[in-house]
T-cell receptor, first 110, second 115 residues
Framework: KAGVTQTPRYLIKTRGQQVTLSCSPI?????VSWYQQTPGQGLQFLFE???????NKGNFPGRFSGRQFSNSRSEMNVSTLELGDSALYLC?????????FGPGTRLLVL | GNSVTQMEGPVTLSEEAFLTINCTYT??????LFWYVQYPGEGLQLLLK?????DKGSNKGFEATYRKETTSFHLEKGSVQVSDSAVYFC??????????????FGKGTKLTVNP
């Protein structure tokens, strides 16, 4: 079975721009979660989707948003990028309370 | 609230040494507990998990036992290899009413194994 895939793997943006990251879960997994990883803050939960509905949300500003499609694929969007948004963004999918992670998208904001 | 505390790294060991990485947690009830490993430039890989008290998770020579009385889930391996060099994360999935599977992570422990 193919694992979680994330695109793009690397991204460079400038302050003020917006970005969309994509995640394709493991086949059959209906839950998708997103995390931000930075050296200073570690791994922080962004949001979780299940059957196209946001099931949980972390403590991030409204500039961070996401959605899930009927095929369980998910996207997250960050608008008005700030330097501090530079991070590795990880997507995870799960079937029964065990999350499997993708390789991440590394975002650099200049 | 829910939180995970891991021993501070980095940890440097010689090949074939015994490894322990301490992890304690704060949570209500019986959360599920996990160890994930991250190799340089990669995402997180599930190493092992335990879902109830006294469960022992094991994989690739690594073991951890869910200890409710000490709220701990320490990771151990009897003989480490150079290929075990990575960052290890302890995590919990709290009990929630809405069925959320959100993970709460510790800060990670970097392990370096020298030949």
């Amino acid at each position: 079975k193919a694992g979680v895939t994330q695109t793009p793997r690397y991204l460079i943006k400038t302050r003020g721009q917006q970005v969309t990251l994509s995640c394709s879960p493991i086949s059959g997994h209906r839950s998708v979660s997103w995390y931000q990883q930075t050296p200073g803050q570690g791994l922080q939960f962004l949001f979780e989707y299940f059957s196209e509905t946001q099931r949980n949300k972390g403590n991030f500003p409204g500039r961070f948003s996401g959605r899930q499609f009927s095929n369980s694929r998910s996207e997250m969007n960050v608008s008005t990028l700030e330097l501090g948004d530079s991070a590795l963004y990880l997507c995870a999918s799960s079937l029964t309370k065990t999350q499997y992670f993708g390789p991440g998208t590394r975002l650099l904001v200049l | 609230g829910n939180s995970v505390t891991q021993m501070e790294g980095p940890v440097t060991l010689s090949e074939e040494a015994f490894l322990t990485i301490n992890c304690t947690y704060t949570a209500t009830g019986y959360p599920s507990l996990f160890w994930y490993v991250q190799y340089p430039g990669e995402g997180l890989q599930l190493l092992l998990k335990a879902t109830k008290a006294d469960d022992k998770g094991s994989n690739k020579g690594f073991e951890a036992t869910y200890r409710k009385e000490t709220t701990s889930f320490h990771l151990e391996k009897g003989s480490v290899q150079v290929s075990d060099s990575a960052v290890y994360f302890c995590a919990l999935s709290p009990i929630t009413q809405g069925g959320s599977e959100k993970l709460v992570f510790g800060k990670g422990t970097k392990l370096t194994v020298n030949p």
